[in-house]
């Protein structure tokens, strides 16, 4: 007979999930006292390289559970149930560990908590199923029909594990599809994006199916994003996003927020766009962005105010969010809705000017006109990005030492080991990992 086990998870720098793994009978004791992780171990680059960190072979750490953040999904005949906890990293006498990423994102929700805001946040993902053989046309009846018993059963794992899907489409390019998420307190909504990743990746190994979440695959032009919508709300359940009266819609504290992400948007890519593919998706003219603007329903800012169905009973209040689109699935969950927030509550502290809405095409606009709106290129890529990391003191210094020269290392021994490498190989390097 066989063991059901349990793993304790933690989503890394590298954006993948580590796990320790245990028989489920000593799930309890686990609960109360966690289990042991290795600092370096946080410094695996996504190819199994550990980089020189700053924790070596010395130290220890508890990785301990979140009893709230349990993900079951059952199994069958053939299939062991999935079941998960999400972790934090402590020091061994139980205080938080600096450099956890989880630990990363509650410190910027405590920060917004000490303005008197929260954040309610999702994630929408984009992935490929890279063995369909002729692809149906996008966007179509026929695309989602073909992959309805894959769907709905990537849909009944994701509603078992608590994520509350609101669709599973398929989307613009061929052979992929689009998984959405009702909103959520910025935690959750973290921990929910890793489990859409995680789930869709059980459902298709169990159906013998390929899935690949990264940016950019060989099979086809379109890309993979990741769009994180983020709205204001009072601790008391206030929408504080809207304002009919203002540019875009946003309120006073809105625009102040989406103008400290505007500020700190070329740093932000380090952590939201954080692998060597990841700038072959951040291209102009490719519904993605190529340039650190806001607009309003417009597809290629990096900012986008999104839509509000103004329909009987719609509260506009309470659908106005922003959606941040230079994001993809290489990237920690925990560390680009963390990095949001620092950026945004910057904005908040300094009371940031918003600047012109960008409602065009922001590559047609002339350099002239670029500082009317904010405009600049974003990184070219991944060296660029961190070099805007580093020059960066408010996300820098929010990340803290470790954290940061940890992640610098794994990203610079990214750029190592695609060096060389033709723009295809990078794509079939990462998809496979990823």
């Known amino acids: 007979m066989s063991q059901t086990l349990v793993h304790f998870v933690s989503h890394d720098y590298a954006g993948i999930t580590r796990a320790r793994t245990f028989p489920e009978q000593r799930l309890e004791s686990n609960l109360k006292k966690g289990l042991c992780w290795t600092p370096a171990n946080l410094a695996l680059n996504p190819f199994g390289s550990i980089v020189e960190n700053p924790w070596g072979a010395s130290g220890d750490l508890i990785m301990m559970p979140d009893r709230d953040s349990e993900v079951c999904v059952s199994g069958d005949d053939s299939t062991s149930p999935l079941r998960y906890f999400h972790t934090d990293f402590l020091n061994m006498d139980g205080s938080p560990w600096e450099a956890c990423p989880r630990q990363y994102l509650k410190r910027q929700v405590a920060g917004l908590a000490e303005l008197g805001i929260k954040a309610i946040a999702s994630f929408e993902h984009e992935f490929m199923f ?14 989602a029909r073909s992959e309805e018993q894959l769907c709905s059963l990537i849909v009944a794992a994701l509603i078992e594990a608590g994520v509350d899907p609101e669709m599973c489409i398929p989307e613009y390019a061929a052979r992929q599809f689009e998984v959405t998420c009702s909103p959520a307190q910025a935690l959750k909504a973290a921990d929910r994006a890793v489990n859409v990743r995680e789930v869709v990746r059980e459902i298709c190994r169990r ?5 690949s979440f990264s940016p950019v695959s060989s099979l086809n032009p379109g890309t993979n994003g990741v769009h994180v919508h983020v709205s204001l709300w009072s601790e008391d359940d206030l929408p504080l996003t809207y304002d009919p009266g203002r540019p875009g819609q946003l309120s006073e504290l809105a625009s102040h927020f989406s103008a400290g992400v505007l500020e700190h948007m070329n740093a932000l890519t380090a952590i939201t766009a954080p692998g060597v593919v990841s700038y072959q998706r951040l291209r102009p003219n490719s519904w993605s962005a190529a340039y650190a603007c806001i607009g309003q329903q417009n597809r290629e800012a990096s900012i986008r105010i999104a839509p509000i169905a103004h329909l009987d009973g719609n509260d506009a209040a309470r659908q106005a969010n922003i959606e941040y689109r230079a994001a993809d699935a290489l990237a920690s969950p925990h560390l680009v809705l963390g990095a949001i927030l620092a950026a945004g509550i910057d904005g908040i502290k300094r009371k940031l000017a918003m600047p012109e809405l960008v409602n065009t095409n922001p590559s047609s606009i002339p350099a002239s006109e670029h500082a009317r709106f904010g405009l600049r290129a974003l990184p070219a890529d991944l060296d660029e990005a961190l070099q805007e990391l580093a020059a960066d003191e408010v996300i820098k210094s929010g990340l803290g030492a470790a954290l940061f ?30």
Do not use: H, W
């Open 130 to 143: 890279t063995d369909i053989q002729v692809p149906a046309p996008c966007f179509s009846l026929e695309a």
């Open 207 to 211: 159906q013998g199916r390929r899935v």
């Open 405 to 434: 020269d940890c992640y610098q290392a794994i990203k610079k021994s990214e750029i190592r080991e695609m060096n060389n490498k033709d723009e295809k190989e990078v794509r079939d390097i990462y998809s496979a990992v990823y």
